[in-house]
């Protein structure tokens, strides 16, 4: 459990807030942080590092992080980072990178397997393309095996199909190694595959807290539309089914019966049309 009461003045977007957040996190679980720019989410991140100061306590697994007394030091911390810049060390390959962080051969090697970049474990970082140096990058942040992973938009730089592509990996390494992950997200698809609860913070507040279905969800149909979009989730709910599908920056939920599913799976491209305000879906 993580226990997190911080309180700090900044300056917003468009004006001075008060971050001002009491949330518990379970252990193994990963949430992802929302909100506009300026909303005080990746201020919450470097203050759960201790890469920033703030009023309050942090408490993980009932070690004390942060108190009116004591403010344990980033390196003293049990977390690893994951941001967009991969900060790889030039002069070392792939497995020296990783290799770097703890000499642990054999966890480097399943690290590099779990991700397929075993047969690149000897190249080195200006040979390999973004998504791969972002691979390499999170193989090292879990090298430490932390209590705590936090991740700033990490996939932000990358094409959506790289992006899809690492976002598996991040999900294959979070079950595997049942570590807490913190990620600040604005891709609504992103946050429901990868997450199980959502914080979306509003001027240093939180304005939302909850599971993603209920965050994000938005149903579309009272148009005429013809929009191609991606199935993100199939649910089985009574006797019908629900289609989750992303369409840019929207999630919508399409109504299927059982024959109707059957023919769909999760991550296929679809045209999501509607007659009669009913929407439905057509294979590409």
Partial sequence: MISINIHKKLQGSSAKINLDINLKIEKGSFVAISGQSGSGKTTFLRILAGLEEA???????????????????????????????????????????????????????HLLKLTGLSKLRKRFPHTLSGGQQQRVALCRAFMRKPK?????????????????????????LHK???????????????????????????????????DPKNIL?????????YLRGEIIDIIKADIIFVAIVSIGQQIVEIVLDEKEASSFKIGQSVNVSTKAFAPSLSSI
């Fill in 55 to 109: 009023d309050g306590n942090i408490e993980v697994e009932n070690n004390i992080w942060m108190d009116s007394k004591k403010h344990l030091a980033v390196q003293q911390r049990d977390i690893s980072f994951v941001f967009q810049d991969y900060a790889l060390f030039p002069n070392m390959t792939v497995v020296q990178n990783l290799l770097f962080v703890v000499k642990n051969q054999e966890l480097a090697q």
């Fill in 148 to 172: 705590l992973l936090l991740m700033d938009e990490p996939l932000s730089a990358l094409d959506p199909e790289m992006r899809s592509k690492l976002q598996n990996d991040i999900l294959t």
């Fill in 176 to 210: 595997e190694f049942k570590t807490t992950t913190i990620m600040v997200s604005h891709d609504p698809s992103e946050i429901y595959k990868l997450s199980n609860r959502v914080i979306v913070l509003q001027n240093g507040q939180v304005l939302k807290d909850g």
């Fill in 217 to 225: 969800l938005q149903t579309s149909g009272s148009q005429k539309f």
